[in-house]
Nanobody, 123 residues
Framework: QVQLVESGGGLVQAGGSLRLSCAASRRVLIDYITGWFRQAPGKEREFVAAIRRTSNKTYYGDSVKGRFTISRDNAENTVALQMNGLKPDDTALYYC????????????????WGPGTQVTVSP
């Protein structure tokens, strides 16, 4: 069992930046993927980005490519999501999740989830 906790959300103006962090309760030595998802009110949960533990290979959703960057700090056992050029459409509850599956863009393949952190982007 792994517990995940997100931090770093907040209120920012359009064009601004935020850095989210996801901390895991323990180290997992086999390969896995850490993903970020977001959910706005009335919408489905959307894939944002993911990173593989062993290779650091990254994956991004189309709506955030070129603006968001996912990275891993193995020493701190954390995964960060740097968000630049934020838009009002980026407003959502952002979740960190973990999976041993290769199907990184699908929510149903992630058994471990954090409680989420709110990101609000004002016009």
């Amino acid at each position: 069992q792994v517990q995940l906790v997100e931090s770093g959300g907040g209120l920012v103006q359009a064009g601004g930046s935020l850095r989210l962090s996801c901390a895991a309760s323990r180290r997992v030595l086999i390969d896995y993927i850490t993903g970020w998802f977001r959910q706005a009110p009335g919408k489905e949960r959307e894939f944002v980005a993911a990173i593989r533990r062993t290779s650091n290979k990254t994956y991004y959703g189309d709506s955030v490519k070129g603006r968001f960057t996912i990275s891993r700090d193995n020493a701190e056992n954390t995964v960060a999501l740097q968000m630049n050029g934020l838009k009002p459409d980026d407003t959502a509850l952002y979740y960190c999740a973990m999976t041993y599956s290769n199907l990184f863009a699908s929510t149903e393949h992630y058994p471990y989830w954090g409680p989420g952190t709110q990101v609000t982007v004002s016009p």
